[in-house]
């Protein structure tokens, strides 16, 4: 059953880890990609390092309500997908970086354009899973209660839920060390 609109409108860190066991599907021009989300990251809004601290174009759609993709281009190389979370004019997003793979991994195979050997190895970072899925700035502003690019239930697997810092922040700046990273 797709999530509703009240899932996405609590704050980065309250609701980060209810996304973990979640299933991302995204009906693409070329079918039907899914994963189980094991791997997010919340960036909590004006708290410590985020896109969102600074209002610019390309942040915009995270001041909107919850329940939004913001989807952004990192090194000028891969796609990011994060989820606009929170109240209006409070940028929190969840970060999503890693998924299962589930429904799709022929077309999957075919975005990602080069052999893998592990099916998981489509979807273990958030620029491959990026790739896999075929999500690019195309659906930055997506909306995630419409039927192109949503949650899913999909269980509960809360039991085993691990946290550790976020990857890739600089050790100088604020934050880099909280533990808002969170993995099945």
Partial sequence: ?????????????????EFLGKKLVYNSEKGLVSGIISEVEAYPAFIDVS??????????????????AYVY???????????VV????IPDVVFIRAVIPKDGIEIMRLNFDKGVKKVSDLTKSPGNLCKSFGITLSLYGEDLTGDKLYLE????????IKSAKRVGINSRLKGNKNPYRYLL
Wanted: net charge positive; proline share 3%; aromatic share 10%.
């Fill in 1 to 17: 059953m797709k999530i509703e609109k009240s899932f996405y409108l609590k704050p980065a860190l309250d609701v980060a880890k």
């Fill in 86 to 89: 929170n109240k209006k004019d």
């Fill in 51 to 68: 896109h969102g601290n600074r209002r610019t174009p390309r942040t915009e759609i995270m001041y909107k309500e919850g329940g939004y």
């Fill in 153 to 160: 239930n999909a269980g509960d697997l809360h039991s085993s």
């Fill in 73 to 83: 281009l990192i090194y000028g190389l891969h796609y990011q997908l994060a989820v």
